[in-house]
């Protein structure tokens, strides 16, 4: 039945790498206008900018590439061949993937916050949670590339 996969795997390769650099251009740029947003006044017409602008980013790019991430991701390990199951890299790949997708949780509930004036976090907090999808990406990339075990 997967069998039907294995022509299809370049092009379900390459839609899965087009969703993760969406998602992670996100990723990268939400907890950014985080920072700049804890610098202006609740209420303020460049808060209200910035409530635009982070509810776009994540609604309409954001969770539509983790979506499809997730399912052209799932679409790889179900084609036959694709992942040597016995093999030790794709644990740490898929707890790279659980991180990512808590954090795009993290940075969804801090954009219901600073939609409703009651964010807690601090800027110095926000500028610590930019490096968060660096460090998730690298533990990606060096499991899927390199495969250290």
Known sequence: MFD???PWYPWVKSLHLISVFAWMAGLFYLPRLY???TQVAAGSPQSELFKVMERRLLRAIMNPAMIAAWLFGLTLVLTPGVVDWKAGWWHGKLTGLIGMTVFHHVLSGGRKA???DRNRR???WWRVANEVPT????LIVIMVIVKPF
């Open 4 to 6: 039907a996969l294995v």
């Open 35 to 37: 920072v700049y947003h």
């Open 114 to 116: 600073f939609a409703e």
């Open 122 to 124: 601090s800027e110095r």
């Open 135 to 138: 460090l998730l990406l690298i």
